[in-house]
C-alpha cells in the first residue's frame, strides 16, 4: 500500500515569506500526486496535480510543487505568504486506479502579520 | 453550479441509532466515495462506488453501509453509531477512465455520537 508523510503537522510563517510544505511518498509505481487545501469548516478544494506531465506544476493562488522521484517528494511553495493562505494542507497520493486516494496527516499553516 | 453536496451539516446521534448521511452529484461523476477525517490523521476511505450497482470497501469500512442505485445518489448508512464514528464526512466524486482525474469533494458533514 502505499503511503504519503507530511513533514510537520504545523507550520507558521510570517507574511510576505516563503511558505515550504513538505510531502513524502511511497510509491510502488509511478504515481498521481495531489495537494489539496482545507479552509476552516468546509471540504477540501484541489490545489494542484502530478499526472507524470512536468515536474515542476503549478496551482490556484500562486502555489507550485515540483515531483522529485529520486526523493519521493512533492514539496508545496508559494514564494510569498498572505494572511488568507492560512488553511489546512493535504498531500495524497492516488492509488488502485484513481479509486483511493490516500492523505497525508496535514500540515496547517498559520500566517503571521 | 452545486457539485457535491452532503446533507446534513451537522448531526448529533446517541450510541446505537442509525442514520443516513446522504450525497449526491450533479456532474455525471461515475465515481463516488465517502471519507472521514480525523484529526492527524487526514481522510481515510470509507467505500466508494465506481457506478450503480456496483460498490467496493476503502480503508476503515467497518460500522458502515453504501448502495448505488442511481448514478447521481451514494448514502452511506450507519446502521447502529458508535462513539469511535464521531469524525467529520466528506463525500467525492470524479470522472472515471484517468487515475489522475480530480476528486470533487463536497462540504462535509459533522457528526456526534455520544
Known amino acids: 500500500a502505499q503511503s504519503v508523510t507530511q513533514l510537520g503537522s504545523h507550520v507558521s510563517v510570517s507574511e510576505g515569506a516563503l511558505v515550504l510544505l513538505r510531502c513524502n511518498y511511497s510509491?510502488?509505481?509511478?504515481?498521481?500526486l495531489f495537494w489539496y487545501v482545507q479552509y476552516p469548516n468546509q471540504g477540501l478544494q484541489l490545489l494542484l496535480k502530478?499526472?507524470?506531465?512536468?515536474?515542476l506544476v503549478k496551482g490556484i493562488n500562486g502555489f507550485e510543487a515540483e515531483f522529485k522521484k529520486s526523493e519521493t517528494s512533492f514539496h508545496l511553495t508559494k514564494p510569498s505568504a498572505h494572511m488568507s493562505d492560512a488553511a489546512e494542507y493535504f498531500c495524497a497520493v492516488s492509488e488502485n486506479a484513481g479509486n483511493m486516494l490516500t492523505f497525508g496527516g496535514g500540515t496547517r499553516l498559520m500566517v503571521k502579520p | 453550479n452545486a457539485g457535491v453536496t452532503q446533507t446534513p451539516k451537522f448531526q448529533v446521534l446517541k450510541t446505537g441509532q442509525s442514520m443516513t448521511l446522504q450525497c449526491a452529484q450533479d456532474m455525471n461523476h461515475e465515481y463516488m466515495s465517502w471519507y472521514r477525517q480525523d484529526p492527524g490523521m487526514g481522510l481515510r476511505l470509507i467505500h466508494y462506488?465506481?457506478?450503480?450497482?456496483?460498490?467496493d470497501q476503502g480503508e476503515v469500512p467497518n460500522g458502515y453501509n453504501v448502495s448505488r442505485s442511481t448514478t447521481e445518489d451514494f448514502p452511506l448508512r450507519l446502521l447502529s453509531a458508535a462513539p469511535s464514528q464521531t469524525s467529520v464526512y466528506f463525500c467525492?466524486?470524479?470522472?472515471?477512465?484517468?487515475?489522475?482525474?480530480?476528486?470533487?469533494f463536497g462540504e462535509g458533514s459533522w457528526l456526534t455520537v455520544v
Open positions: 510509491s510502488s509505481v509511478p504515481p498521481y
Open positions: 502530478y499526472t507524470s506531465a512536468a515536474t
Open positions: 462506488s465506481v457506478g450503480a450497482g456496483i460498490t
Open positions: 467525492a466524486s470524479r470522472r472515471t477512465g484517468e487515475a489522475g482525474n480530480t476528486i470533487y
